[in-house]
Every structure is written in structure tokens, then in C-alpha cells.
């Protein structure tokens, strides 16, 4: 870690199937200074629900969900007025991956395995949308 972090405090949800992921990276966020909480995967509206009611400031949401596009997810939390800076995790990278995340209505894309260093630099000042 690179040092201290200006930005503590940030309320933050994790969505990701991969139960090992979803926990290593809320530890991570937790380690740095920030709330940070899982979310069961349920259905699309219940889990913008679930978010919704947590008002995150960050929502890392993995693209590949069971039974669920992270896609879908994003483009219903945007429709219901959710504000969280919205961060899809994905093993995808190409151009057109992250033209259609950032049509549904995500502001980063980051690809899988996830680098600390970046994590910690993003975290280390709150997200603009």
C-alpha cells in the first residue's frame, strides 16, 4: 500500500458470485479505511433494491452474475435514480466490453484480476460521476 488515505469513510457494496472475490475485496476497502459490505445475489430489482437502500457512494459490481447481467443491474439502479459511482469487474476488456458497460450506465471498467495499487489510488479520493 502506498501509503496513507486522504478519503476514509466511503460507503461501499460489493456484488460479485465469486463468493472469495466478493469478501477479499470488501476486506481490502474495509483494511484502507472504508465501510464496505457484500450483497447476496438475488434478482435484478431486489439487488438495486439492496443497493439502493445502502446508498454507497462506490458500487463494484461484477459483470457475470449468476442468472444475471451486471449490465441489467447498472441500467436498473441508473433507472431508479441510483447516484453511486458505478464500477464494473469483469474478465472482459475489449473496446466494445467497455463501450456496453459504460452504455448501461457504469463509470469505470476494470478487468479482473483486480490490481490493488489501483484499487487503493481510486479509493484514496471520492468518485465524481
Known sequence: ??????????????????????SMLA???RLIGHDSEVLPISDVTTLARDILARAPDIAFLDLGLAHIDGRDLAATLRAMGCTSHLV?????????????????????????????????????SPPRR
Do not use: C
Open 27 to 29: 476486506d481490502f476497502l
Open 1 to 22: 500500500m502506498a501509503g496513507s488515505i486522504p478519503w476514509q469513510g466511503g460507503r461501499t457494496v460489493v456484488v460479485d458470485d465469486n463468493t472469495a472475490a466478493a
Open 88 to 124: 464494473a469487474i469483469t474478465g472482459y476488456g475489449r473496446p466494445e466490453d467497455m463501450e456496453s458497460t459504460r452504455q448501461a450506465g457504469f463509470d469505470q471498467h476494470w478487468t479482473k484480476p483486480l490490481d490493488v495499487d489501483r484499487v487503493e489510488r481510486f479509493m484514496a
